[in-house]
Structures are given as structure tokens and as C-alpha cells.
């Protein structure tokens, strides 16, 4: 079972910029992709962004392509979501995710993500 604790979070007005991270523990973090999630008040659960094992392969949503870039630092266990140019419909609580099989890529139904991290909030005022 791997532990996942998120990051980064807040209030933001439009255009502004954030950084969230999720430090992962108890798995070993370099075999499994990663995703973000997000989901807003009244909404589904949302695919945002997903990078593979090894980092080289990420996914975006259209909806944030070209404005959020997923990385991460396997050296430290750790996925990022860096947000830029935020719109008020970002608003949501952000969630990071593991793959539950290694080494798979270019999967971003939420059903195949395990272990779940507590959430951040951000909030984007208009």
C-alpha cells in the first residue's frame, strides 16, 4: 500500500500561478505512473494530467493543455502539477493518484488509479 500526501493548495485570483506536489511512500514511486484529479463542487471526478513511471510520457486534459505541466522527481518520491495562467472554473479539490499496475502508460480513467491521497484545495477567484 503506498501513502500519498498532497500539497500546495490555496486561493488564487485569475492568472495566477501554483505548485502542488505529492509525496508518495510505501511503494516503490519510479514503477507506477502518476495522475492528478480534480474535482469541483457538484461535479465528477476529472482526469487533469498523468506521467509515467519514468516521467517521459505525460498526458493533459484539453482542458489544461498548455497552461499545467505534470512532472516528477523520482529521486524524491514526489509528483507535481505546476498551474499556471488559473481560471476560476480550476476550482477544485486536487487529488493525486498511483497506477495500480507498473510500468502502464496512457491510462486516465480514475478507475485504474489506487491510493488516493486526502486532497488539496485551490481556489481561483475571478
Known amino acids: 500500500q503506498v501513502q500519498l500526501v498532497e500539497s500546495g493548495g490555496g486561493l488564487v485570483q485569475a492568472g495566477g500561478s501554483l505548485r502542488l506536489s505529492c509525496v508518495a511512500s510505501g511503494r516503490t514511486f519510479s514503477q507506477y505512473a502518476m495522475g492528478w484529479f480534480r474535482r469541483a463542487p457538484g461535479k465528477e471526478r476529472e482526469f487533469v494530467a498523468a506521467?509515467?513511471?519514468?516521467?517521459?510520457?505525460?498526458i493533459h486534459a484539453d482542458s489544461v493543455k498548455g497552461r499545467f505541466t505534470i512532472s516528477r522527481a523520482n529521486a524524491k518520491s514526489t509528483l507535481y502539477l505546476q498551474m499556471n495562467s488559473l481560471k476560476p472554473e480550476d476550482t477544485a479539490v486536487y487529488y493525486c493518484?498511483?497506477?495500480?499496475?507498473?510500468?502502464?502508460?496512457?491510462?486516465?480513467?480514475?478507475?485504474?488509479?489506487?491510493?488516493w491521497g486526502q486532497g488539496t484545495q485551490v481556489t481561483v477567484s475571478s
Open positions: 506521467a509515467s513511471a519514468s516521467g517521459l510520457r505525460t
Open positions: 493518484a498511483v497506477d495500480s499496475i507498473p510500468y502502464r502508460t496512457g491510462v486516465t480513467d480514475p478507475a485504474y488509479f489506487t491510493s
